[in-house]
């Protein structure tokens, strides 16, 4: 097993972190406010630490937690600390209003994210279509993925196997673009025609 970082201690930093730690991986929590690091620490399993904001993350997978708007102030106050890790960003660039998305035309909130990495950062767009309260639940469930780089694409496929979820890649990062639309029309579909957030996206092959 391996160790696996988390910049964030919200509602899905909670629940990634949980899911991970369960899963027998080592976490590390990190956060601007250390006290906030430290509570999410405390309500998991032994065994998860907690690490100091914008030093170097022990871990050599990174999981940006953090709401959209924030991440790109998070990547920069990390600066050359996250050389050579791989980014998991799981965010969401939605309109307050779920008009639609923030993201520049043509781009995406992962890609904007990664113009403010290392150059050998490698970002990979997962989780961003499940919500956090039924990630928590341990049921068996698809995660869509999107990178560029496919040995990143392929650690992070190890660790969502890890956790009992199963991956599905779904092209390169330019996706990420589509993987946020489809994290909008999860909200769409969670405040209108399924009528409850106790929904997930599975594919069904055969």
Request: charged share 15%; glycine share 12%; net charge neutral.
């Amino acid at each position: 097993m391996s160790t696996i970082s988390i910049i964030g201690a919200g509602t899905m930093a909670t629940a990634v972190a949980g899911r991970i730690a369960k899963a027998g991986h080592t976490v590390e929590v990190l956060n601007r406010d250390p006290a906030k690091a430290r509570a999410l620490a405390d309500k998991l399993s032994a065994g998860v630490t907690t690490g100091t904001y914008a030093a170097a993350p022990t871990g050599d997978i990174v999981i940006l937690a953090v709401p959209y708007g924030s991440a790109a102030a998070v990547v920069a106050d990390y600066g050359n600390a996250l050389e050579g890790k791989v980014i998991i960003d799981i965010t969401n660039p939605v309109a307050p209003d779920l008009s639609g998305l923030v993201t520049p035309h043509g781009s995406s909130g992962a890609q904007e994210i990664a113009k403010g990495l290392p150059a050998t950062a490698h970002v990979v767009k997962a989780f961003n279509t499940v919500f956090g309260h039924v990630l928590a639940k341990n049921g068996r469930l698809d995660a869509f993925i999107a990178a560029d780089d496919a040995q990143a694409k392929a650690r992070v496929s190890t660790l969502i196997e890890s956790l009992g979820l199963r991956p599905l890649d779904v092209g390169g990062l330019h996706m990420a673009a589509t993987l946020e639309a489809l994290g909008l029309m999860m909200i769409g579909l969670a405040k209108n025609g399924a009528g409850t957030w106790d929904i997930a996206l599975n594919v069904e092959i055969g």
